[in-house]
């Protein structure tokens, strides 16, 4: 199945057809900034497909918010992807509005956790940035103190 007869089928058994030209609305979503962080394009397992026989073709586009899907749903190969970040532009101005809020949702709560991340891993006063370490498998700020 080629890859634009399987966006259709996709966007119009999940319903991602919008019924607004409202696109002009609608937030730019980056591939290579949102990709992994705040949407992954899976396949649809059997058990999770509505409808008629099951198809292994299927394909979602699920964001963090759907635990199940997100972590346990296989993502697909670098090969399939590559399709799909080349016609990302178009394919999300066809993402209805439910699919397009849950991944400005997700986004949204990626820069609240990076800002937040930010704060809460800064330097005292009195010391300065040298890099980063390792403990219990995160990474944190090097601080040191400063040197006058």
């Known amino acids: ?6 966006i ?5 058994m999940m319903g991602l057809i919008t019924e607004s030209n409202d696109f002009e609305e609608r937030i730019y979503i980056d591939w290579d900034e949102n990709y992994g962080n705040s949407f992954k394009i899976v396949h649809t397992p059997e ?16 964001t963090p918010e759907n635990t ?15 399709g799909w970040k ?3 532009d178009g394919i999300q ?3 209805g509005d439910h699919k397009y809020n849950q991944i400005v949702r997700s ?16 330097c005292w006063k009195g010391y300065t940035q040298k890099g980063m370490k390792t403990m219990f498998g995160k990474q944190y700020p090097n601080c040191v103190k400063k040197t006058k």
């Open 1 to 6: 199945m080629k890859l634009q007869e399987q």
């Open 8 to 12: 259709s089928r996709i966007q119009s």
């Open 93 to 95: 101005k066809g993402l």
């Open 47 to 62: 058990g999770a497909q509505t409808g008629g026989e099951w198809n292994p073709d299927l394909i979602s586009i699920v």
């Open 107 to 122: 986004m949204s709560n990626n820069q609240q956790e990076m800002i937040e991340g930010e704060l809460t891993e800064r």
């Open 86 to 88: 080349e016609n990302w």
């Open 68 to 82: 199940n899907a997100w972590y346990e749903w296989e993502e697909l190969p670098e090969e399939k992807l590559m």
